[in-house]
């Protein structure tokens, strides 16, 4: 058909209108997509209103995403509106799964610098299905477990399986995929069945729900009684732990009254009973196996009990029985001698509070945030812990203990914080009498020496973060090592306790080099 007629447009003028491309528009029309109207004497297409309009549609459709065999079928109208949406609604739903999963795996690549091989797994792991977990969970299960008669404990292990939701967080998939790394790890393998061994020794069976729940409500109970013993500064090696410990166990002897052979009373065999099960229990591969769970299936993650489980380790192994560490410390009190003679330890504390009182002096706040040897401390975190010291030593001394251990003690003046609390310190050191009182098993002079060798040390961490002569004090660093070696020698050296293991000390070490070293310190 030839037109001729004003109220039709060449296929140049249609693209003018449309905002689109001749090519396109060609490419549309054969395709069924839009027909001209007709062609001119020459041969040329043109269109006409409807086709205008008609490409317009077009353009909204292909922007959705549709394809051109849906569009013209919606525009002959082969298919309703509605049809077609929920169909492209199902289809775009697929399509942005996909994609965050590809998005959650390249951005767990990021953060884990994954090598090649590593990113073809994690793909392939992120794109399992729901079935496949938990084949894989339950495969794991079942080979970790073996033939161990342990029915309560597999029941629970195979009940808690990963459920990625349809529409998974970049935490979820990055969890789906470490927990699914974590299950090959023969580490986790081997924490699994020491625990289901543990089960099958001392509680082979089925187990009901108001044991479980029993041991459930005892493990809160010692963490919260462990948790405000660090809060409040209390070492698990201290003396003062043994109360603690006391509880806890206390509150664990009646979970196991169904042993033929259990404790009943507080002592050497509840002691090592509780400590073996701690020892059974504390995996940290275990603990991160429930924690993944819980993020992939969204459910709260309990905090991890790894510091405080330490903690009463450490505080259980340091009193195999009760009042064994104070017993001990008594024992080495009656017979000891002030090492600090013929000066004296009031002259010592002095003397060492003098030298650190230059250290502090010369730090300059814009050095707050480097690091030092105590690998939780920052320099500000180590200067409040000095003053604290202070504080702590003055407060014991003078008969009223401080529970602020983590306060900020240094305020905007960290000279004269430091200043104000070894002032107090000494004052406090200086009542009449004091030095011979006696707190509890010890002389008020040990309390003095106490806060000389950590002044020492804590001394000897500032200097070596901040750059300054770390040798202080050279006759009192060697009268410290030997009480130090008496008094502390026989703690457990854990993650929780005091002081961690001996560390060698190069040739030519000073005296408080040798401390430090003694004390866990690496000296370089």
């Given at each position: 058909m030839y037109v001729d007629d004003a109220e039709f447009?060449?296929?140049?003028?249609?693209?003018?209108?449309?905002?689109?491309?001749?090519?396109?528009?060609?490419?549309?029309?054969?395709?069924?997509?839009?027909?001209?109207?007709?062609?001119?004497?020459?041969?040329?297409?043109?269109?006409?209103?409807?086709?205008?309009?008609?490409?317009?549609?077009?353009?909204t459709l292909r922007d959705l995403g549709l394809s051109l065999?849906?569009?013209?079928?919606?525009?002959?109208?082969?298919?309703?509106?509605?049809?077609?949406?929920?169909?492209?609604?199902?289809?775009?739903?697929?399509?942005?799964?996909?994609?965050?999963?590809?998005?959650?795996?390249?951005?767990?690549?990021?953060?884990?610098?994954?090598?090649?091989?590593?990113?073809?797994?994690?793909?392939?792991?992120?794109?399992?299905?729901?079935?496949?977990?938990?084949?894989?969970?339950?495969?794991?299960?079942?080979?970790?477990?073996?033939?161990?008669?342990?029915?309560?404990?597999?029941?629970?292990?195979?009940?808690?399986?990963?459920?990625?939701?349809?529409?998974?967080?970049?935490?979820?998939?990055?969890?789906?995929?470490?927990?699914?790394?974590?299950?090959?790890?023969?580490?986790?393998?081997?924490?699994?069945?020491?625990?289901?061994?543990?089960?099958?020794?001392?509680?082979p069976g089925e187990q009901d729900e108001d044991a479980l729940r029993e041991v459930q409500c005892v493990t809160d109970d010692w963490l919260s009684r462990v948790n405000a013993a660090m809060e409040a500064g209390v070492a698990p090696d201290a003396p003062a732990a043994d109360a603690v410990v006391a509880e806890a166990v206390a509150a664990w002897i009646p979970t196991q009254?169904?042993?033929?052979?259990?404790?009943?009373?507080?002592?050497?065999?509840a002691r090592s009973g509780l400590l073996e099960q701690l020892e059974v229990a504390s995996d940290i591969h275990v603990e991160r196996y429930w924690q993944l769970l819980c993020l992939i299936n969204g459910q709260p993650v309990r905090p991890s009990m790894a510091a405080a489980g330490e903690w009463l380790m450490t505080a259980l192994r340091t009193n195999p029985e009760p009042g064994a560490r104070a017993a001990e410390l008594g024992a080495m009190y009656d017979i000891g001698a002030d090492a600090w003679e013929p000066a004296g330890v009031l002259n010592a504390c002095r003397e060492v509070l003098d030298a650190v009182n230059t250290l502090v002096s010369a730090v300059d706040p814009a050095r707050f945030d480097q690091a030092t040897p105590c690998a939780d401390w920052d320099v500000r975190a180590l200067l409040n812990h000095l003053v604290w010291e202070n504080l702590l030593w003055a407060g014991l001394a003078d008969g009223s203990p401080r529970t602020d251990m983590t306060?900020?003690?240094?305020?905007?003046?960290?000279?004269?914080?430091?200043?104000?609390?070894?002032?107090?310190?000494?004052?406090?050191?200086?009542?009449?009498?004091?030095?011979?009182?006696?707190?509890?098993?010890?002389?008020?002079?040990?309390?003095?020496?106490?806060?000389?060798?950590?002044?020492?040390?804590?001394?000897?961490?500032?200097?070596?973060?901040?750059?300054?002569?770390?040798?202080?004090?050279?006759?009192?660093?060697?009268?410290?090592?030997?009480?130090?070696?008496?008094?502390?020698?026989?703690?457990?050296r854990t993650a929780a306790g005091s002081f961690a293991q001996p560390q060698p000390v190069p040739a030519g070490a000073s005296a408080l080099d040798h401390l430090a070293a003694y004390l866990g310190r690496t000296v370089a």
């Amino acid at each position: 058909m030839y037109v001729d007629d004003a109220e039709f447009w060449s296929i140049g003028e249609v693209a003018r209108k449309t905002g689109l491309t001749v090519k396109l528009i060609r490419h549309w029309s054969d395709t069924g997509v839009v027909q001209p109207a007709g062609r001119t004497s020459a041969g040329y297409r043109v269109y006409g209103p409807d086709a205008v309009a008609r490409l317009e549609l077009a353009r909204t459709l292909r922007d959705l995403g549709l394809s051109l065999a849906t569009i013209r079928d919606v525009l002959n109208r082969e298919h309703t509106w509605a049809e077609v949406a929920a169909a492209h609604v199902d289809a775009l739903e697929v399509q942005i799964r996909t994609l965050r999963s590809q998005q959650a795996v390249l951005r767990s690549v990021t953060r884990r610098n994954t090598t090649t091989e590593g990113l073809t797994s994690m793909t392939e792991l992120a794109r399992m299905s729901a079935a496949e977990r938990r084949t894989l969970i339950q495969d794991f299960v079942t080979e970790t477990l073996g033939d161990l008669d342990v029915p309560t404990y597999r029941h629970g292990l195979l009940a808690a399986t990963p459920e990625l939701p349809a529409d998974p967080t970049d935490e979820q998939v990055d969890a789906w995929i470490e927990l699914s790394e974590l299950v090959a790890d023969p580490a986790l393998r081997s924490g699994m069945r020491r625990m289901a061994r543990y089960a099958a020794e001392h509680a082979p069976g089925e187990q009901d729900e108001d044991a479980l729940r029993e041991v459930q409500c005892v493990t809160d109970d010692w963490l919260s009684r462990v948790n405000a013993a660090m809060e409040a500064g209390v070492a698990p090696d201290a003396p003062a732990a043994d109360a603690v410990v006391a509880e806890a166990v206390a509150a664990w002897i009646p979970t196991q009254a169904s042993l033929p052979h259990g404790p009943h009373t507080d002592g050497v065999q509840a002691r090592s009973g509780l400590l073996e099960q701690l020892e059974v229990a504390s995996d940290i591969h275990v603990e991160r196996y429930w924690q993944l769970l819980c993020l992939i299936n969204g459910q709260p993650v309990r905090p991890s009990m790894a510091a405080a489980g330490e903690w009463l380790m450490t505080a259980l192994r340091t009193n195999p029985e009760p009042g064994a560490r104070a017993a001990e410390l008594g024992a080495m009190y009656d017979i000891g001698a002030d090492a600090w003679e013929p000066a004296g330890v009031l002259n010592a504390c002095r003397e060492v509070l003098d030298a650190v009182n230059t250290l502090v002096s010369a730090v300059d706040p814009a050095r707050f945030d480097q690091a030092t040897p105590c690998a939780d401390w920052d320099v500000r975190a180590l200067l409040n812990h000095l003053v604290w010291e202070n504080l702590l030593w003055a407060g014991l001394a003078d008969g009223s203990p401080r529970t602020d251990m983590t306060a900020d003690h240094l305020g905007r003046n960290h000279v004269e914080a430091f200043r104000t609390a070894s002032r107090a310190a000494l004052a406090a050191f200086g009542r009449p009498g004091m030095l011979d009182q006696r707190y509890g098993p010890a002389p008020g002079w040990r309390l003095v020496e106490q806060l000389v060798i950590e002044m020492l040390v804590h001394g000897w961490d500032l200097a070596r973060a901040t750059g300054q002569p770390r040798d202080l004090v050279p006759g009192l660093a060697e009268s410290a090592l030997s009480v130090v070696r008496e008094i502390f020698g026989g703690l457990p050296r854990t993650a929780a306790g005091s002081f961690a293991q001996p560390q060698p000390v190069p040739a030519g070490a000073s005296a408080l080099d040798h401390l430090a070293a003694y004390l866990g310190r690496t000296v370089a």
